[in-house]
């Protein structure tokens, strides 16, 4: 079984912890209480017939690092990182940004990706193009838009990290 560290990136309540109960567990609650340090949880990714079983060991972290978090104990041994950011709060989606720029920088090579959470609130997202930053628009930048509530790209979004860091064979 190839067993890969996945870090859960982003600003505090934009939904990590959610994305991760929603990924193990397959459950939404509607309150949790802030995650302090990290929490960790184990999903396996279902592996394509003829293919090795894929286990993510996924650290949850609390938000509160910033830039910290990559001189932190932590990121050691990070294989790729989920950086998430809350779509109905532009604030979080440009720490995104710094966060995924930071990550390419220090872990040259990894797998990271940038998920848009809370699609499922549409309708409190304004329609101007300029929202979403720039940087997140840039077409070899992996952006995947996701809802912890109803699911939606849940899978999908560690499916594409599991098959992208097994071809590169990180």
């Known amino acids: 079984m190839i067993v890969r560290k996945v870090m859960l990136l982003g600003e505090m309540a934009v939904g990590k912890t959610s994305i991760a109960n929603r990924l193990a567990f397959d459950r939404f609650g509607e309150s949790y209480k802030s995650t302090i340090g990290t929490d960790i949880y184990v999903y396996d990714v279902e592996a394509p017939p003829g293919d090795k079983p894929f286990r993510f060991l996924i650290w949850d972290t609390d938000g509160s690092f910033e830039d910290a978090m990559f001189r932190s104990h932590y990121m050691r041994g990070a294989h790729a990182a989920i950086i998430v950011g809350d779509l109905t709060r532009r604030k979080t989606l440009e720490s995104q940004l710094r966060l995924a720029q930071k990550f390419s920088e220090e872990l040259p090579g990894r797998y990271f990706s940038a998920v848009l959470n809370k699609n499922d609130?549409?309708?409190?997202?304004?329609?101007?193009?300029?929202?979403?930053?720039?940087?997140?628009?840039?077409?070899?930048?992996?952006?995947?838009?996701?809802?912890?509530?109803?699911?939606?790209?849940?899978?999908?979004?560690?499916?594409?990290?599991?098959?992208?860091?097994?071809?590169?064979?990180?």
């Open 121 to 170: 609130l549409r309708d409190e997202i304004p329609e101007d193009d300029d929202w979403v930053p720039e940087g997140l628009r840039r077409p070899f930048f992996p952006v995947i838009e996701t809802s912890a509530k109803s699911g939606h790209n849940i899978r999908q979004t560690f499916q594409d990290a599991a098959e992208t860091i097994a071809r590169r064979d990180l």
